[in-house]
T-cell receptor, first 114, second 114 residues
């Protein structure tokens, strides 16, 4: 049961262009969405988040868009830099009885080509 | 900047042996998690912990697994009798908020079961 899907396992983008990473979810109870970046042999690093009551959140080069009716969110990185090359995980959380329950997507490997 | 720390970074063990993975969450955080990532696969939820009790656990977290917060700072994951398929990166994470907040991950502990 894949509640959080990232249908593109990989993405290649030229340096300076926009990277768009997509994520779809099935559980309408998710109320908070997050993007993480992961380098090999390191833990995931938090990038940006968005509450379900918003449709956009921006932080520097990173913008997350949420379309609740489509159960879809996307992460835009502009301009893309070679250091952005990593695996990006979409995550969603829902409030459980004792705190948040987080569900992660399978990840998209982004390669930014110089 | 506060961070989640994990030890050991890499442990090699024989099948059937007990393993304890240690984590020191961020000091004012209240909710603690263990995730794992088998090589090439997605980040999978194992267990969440709040107020000295397990909040949620996944199907993966069977009787061979246990968690403990023995002294108010460390958060440990014990695998009683390791199997080959337990080989993975194990990530500890913590968050302050039980409502909507970011998970902060440690660097991970790589477990190799021979």
């Amino acid at each position: 049961d894949q509640q959080v899907k990232q249908n593109s396992p990989s993405l290649s983008v030229q340096e300076g262009r926009i990277s768009i990473l997509n994520c779809d979810y099935t559980n309408s109870m998710f109320d908070y969405f997050l993007w993480y970046k992961k380098y090999p042999a390191e833990g995931p690093t938090f990038l940006i988040s968005i509450s379900s009551i918003k449709d956009k959140n921006e932080d520097g080069r990173f913008t997350v868009f949420l379309n609740k009716s489509a159960k879809h969110l996307s992460l835009h990185i502009v301009p893309s830099q070679p250091g952005d090359s990593a695996v990006y995980f979409c995550a969603a959380s829902v409030l459980g009885n004792y705190g948040q329950n987080f569900v992660f997507g399978p990840g998209t490997r982004l390669s930014v080509l110089p | 900047e506060p961070e989640v720390t994990q030890t050991p970074s890499h442990q090699v063990t024989q099948m059937g042996q007990e393993v304890i993975l240690r984590c020191v969450p961020i000091s004012n955080h209240l909710y603690f998690y263990w995730y794992r990532q088998i090589l090439g696969q997605k980040v999978e939820f194992l267990v969440s912990f709040y107020n000295n009790e397990i909040s949620e656990k996944s199907e993966i977290f069977d009787d061979q697994f246990s968690v403990e917060r023995p002294d108010g700072s460390n958060f440990t994951l014990k695998i009683r009798s390791t199997k080959l398929e337990d080989s993975a990166m194990y990530f500890c994470a913590s968050t302050l908020s039980g409502v909507a907040g970011e998970l902060f991950f440690g660097e991970g502990s790589r477990l190799t079961v021979l």
